[in-house]
């Protein structure tokens, strides 16, 4: 699928499509993504996957849909990516004041070191 790279700036809390780097970069692979925070030329994102693979700290959507995500979607909480710029692709969407809420609840946790647990799954 084609796109037109998206030049706005990615703010906390809207959903991105961006490449990110699997852990042992061997690749990479376009997903969706949420803004966390932004480092420089680089924002601290929260990395959305179809599948779970840390059932204590994985969440799922509030409203998916608002964000051009689909019920399958699972945000990785365990812990947060590092992407660049120049890797985002464009913009999905904005999450609703709940999933705000919970995103953000779960960021100051991981920030601030401590690892956690979750029923929201």
Same mark, same amino acid.
């Given at each position: 699928m084609k796109y037109k790279a998206d030049i706005s700036v990615p703010r906390p809390m809207e959903v991105w499509n961006a490449k990110v780097d699997f852990d042992n970069?061997?690749?990479a692979k376009n997903r969706p993504v949420i803004i966390l925070d932004q480092k420089g030329d680089s924002y601290i994102v929260?990395?959305?996957?179809s599948h779970g693979h840390h059932p204590e700290t994985d969440i799922k959507l509030v =409203?998916?849909?608002?964000?051009?995500l =689909?019920?399958?979607s699972t945000i990785r909480t365990d812990r947060t990516f590092k992407v660049e710029r120049s890797k985002f692709n464009y913009k999905m969407g904005d999450l609703i004041d709940d999933d705000c809420e919970m995103v953000q609840m779960f960021y100051?946790?991981?920030?601030n070191g401590k690892r956690i647990k979750t029923d929201y799954v």
């Open positions: 970069l061997t690749g929260f990395m959305v996957t =409203d998916p849909y608002e964000v051009m =689909d019920k399958t100051g946790r991981v920030k």
